[in-house]
């Protein structure tokens, strides 16, 4: 079974300092991995994926994360936070070719301080 | 750049009624999803649906809820009888033919308030 685990439910970092949003999960097989964005009042908007390629992903707005098999995490990091990411940010796995479920970590709500 | 389509962006109704979210998919994609987040809460997969029928559903997926494909556009999830626990962000997502990369392209979702 798969499972993801954020392990912040809120972030609060100064404007130009790095950001660390952290995600570890379970999963049987080899699964797929991603960060979804959520501004107030809109849709999810996907950051990034990993899906068995480079363990490091770059991702839009300056964004990365590295998949780190050996420590079953996928943190999400930015070198200088922007006070336009203040959103919620969830970490997400999936492994399609067993099953359609797509399972959604509860959520990182990161703040940024001016 | 194509995108998923929510309708209604909100809807109040009284406990009870029948409530009907409406969802326009990209075009060339075959596989739909809805989830829902309740208020402070993580987003929760409700079903999965391809090639006219449900591949997939959770236990919160009962028999108050139904998915359709009425016009090979719209994908629409129907709430029979309303709950005030059913208040909640729902949204609707699709993806291209089965892959592992299983990205999802999410709509801007519809927010429902049962009183």
């Known amino acids: 079974a798969q499972s993801v685990t954020q392990l912040d439910s809120h972030v609060s970092v100064s404007e130009g300092t790095p950001v660390l949003l952290r995600c570890n999960y379970s999963?049987?097989?080899?699964?797929?991995l991603f960060w979804y964005v959520q501004h107030p009042n809109k849709g999810l908007q996907l950051l990034l994926k990993?899906?068995?390629?480079?363990?490091l992903v770059k991702g839009i707005n300056g964004f990365e994360a590295e998949f780190k098999k050996s420590e079953t995490s996928f943190h999400l990091t930015k070198p200088s936070a922007h006070m336009s990411d203040a959103a919620e940010y969830f970490c997400?796995?999936?492994?399609?070719?067993?099953?359609?479920?797509?399972?959604f970590g509860k959520g990182t709500r990161l703040h940024i301080l001016p | 750049e194509p995108e998923v389509t929510q309708t209604p962006s909100h809807q109040v109704t009284q406990m009870g009624q029948e409530v009907i979210l409406r969802c326009v998919p990209i075009?060339?994609?075959?596989?739909f999803y809805w989830y829902r987040q309740i208020l402070g809460q993580k987003v929760e997969f409700l079903v999965s649906?391809?090639?006219?029928?449900?591949?997939?559903k959770s236990e919160i997926f009962d028999d108050q809820f139904s998915v359709e494909r009425p016009d090979g556009s719209n994908f629409t999830l129907k709430i029979r009888s309303t709950k005030l626990e059913d208040s909640a962000m729902y949204f609707c997502?699709?993806?291209?033919?089965?892959?592992?990369?299983?990205?999802?392209?999410f709509g801007e979702g519809s927010r429902l308030t049962v009183l």
């Open positions: 990993y899906t068995s390629a480079a363990t």
């Open positions: 997400v796995v999936s492994d399609l070719t067993r099953d359609d479920k797509i399972i």
């Open positions: 999963s049987s097989y080899s699964p797929s």
């Open positions: 075009s060339n994609h075959l596989y």
């Open positions: 649906f391809y090639n006219n029928e449900i591949s997939e």
């Open positions: 997502a699709s993806s291209v033919p089965r892959e592992p990369t299983g990205e999802l392209f």
